[in-house]
């Protein structure tokens, strides 16, 4: 069964890099896609991107310009690297099993992690 | 302006069946399958009905999906005061080229 777990920095300033990881256990790295899911406080879900070790990552493209997400697979772990971070960038942060850039469903999803960009 | 159109609520008592709605496009859910989710109050998403409509082990089938043109459709029977939650439909979107949801529908079990 897999289980995911964010972590990272809970304050960014603005300008900054938001960066956090997620760690995948009960499952290899290099098997399946990995997302990122954000929601804003009170505020509905965003697909931010998905990767895989094999094909790559794909990016929502509103966020792509400010975007790289990578794995590590010596660390059985993603991470998510936001650039340029405002105070729009607020939101808990969600990391997710995918099943391909277009797969039919996001599951399971870890606990989520709130990152507040403020100076 | 969410690309997926979601009721923002919808209400029901114990025991009742419920539906909720998610309307798009030909290049969202006319082509793909819409998957739901269920946010308890200050939890994770939870994943109900993907595919045509398969849920994961664990989710009672209390809970079922449907989907016909450019809309899809949540279905709760036997509401329970638990049940209470957000619900997010979500799928591909190949001309945004990016996962879409819906603005999410709150339950309320009266």
């Known amino acids: 069964q897999v289980q995911l777990q964010e972590s990272g920095p809970g304050l960014v300033k603005p300008s900054e890099t938001l960066s956090l990881t997620c760690a995948v256990s009960g499952y290899s790295i290099s098997d399946f896609y990995w997302g990122w899911i954000r929601q804003p406080p009170g505020e509905g879900l965003e697909w931010i991107g998905s990767v895989n070790h094999r094909r790559g990552a794909t990016y929502n493209p509103s966020l792509k310009s400010r975007l790289t997400m990578s794995i590590d697979t010596s660390k059985n772990q993603f991470s998510l690297k936001l650039s340029l971070v405002t105070a729009a960038d607020t939101a808990v942060y969600y990391c997710?099993?995918?099943?391909?850039?277009?797969?039919?469903?996001?599951?399971?999803w870890g606990p989520g992690t709130l990152v507040t960009v403020s100076s | 302006q969410s690309v997926l159109t979601q009721p923002p609520s919808v209400s029901a008592a114990p025991g009742q069946r419920v539906t909720i709605s998610c309307s798009g496009s030909n290049s969202n859910i006319g082509n793909y399958y819409v998957s739901w989710y269920q946010q308890l109050p200050g939890t994770a998403p939870k994943l109900l009905i993907y595919g045509r409509n398969d849920r994961p082990s664990g989710i009672p089938d209390r809970f079922s999906g449907s989907q016909s043109g450019t809309s899809a459709t949540l279905g709760i029977t036997g509401l329970q005061t638990g049940d209470e939650a957000d619900y997010y439909c979500?799928?591909?979107?190949?001309?945004?080229?990016?996962?879409?949801f819906g603005a999410g529908t709150k339950l309320t079990v009266l």
């Open positions: 997710v099993t995918s099943y391909g850039v277009e797969g039919d469903r996001f599951d399971p």
């Open positions: 979500a799928t591909w979107d190949n001309s945004l080229s990016a996962w879409v």
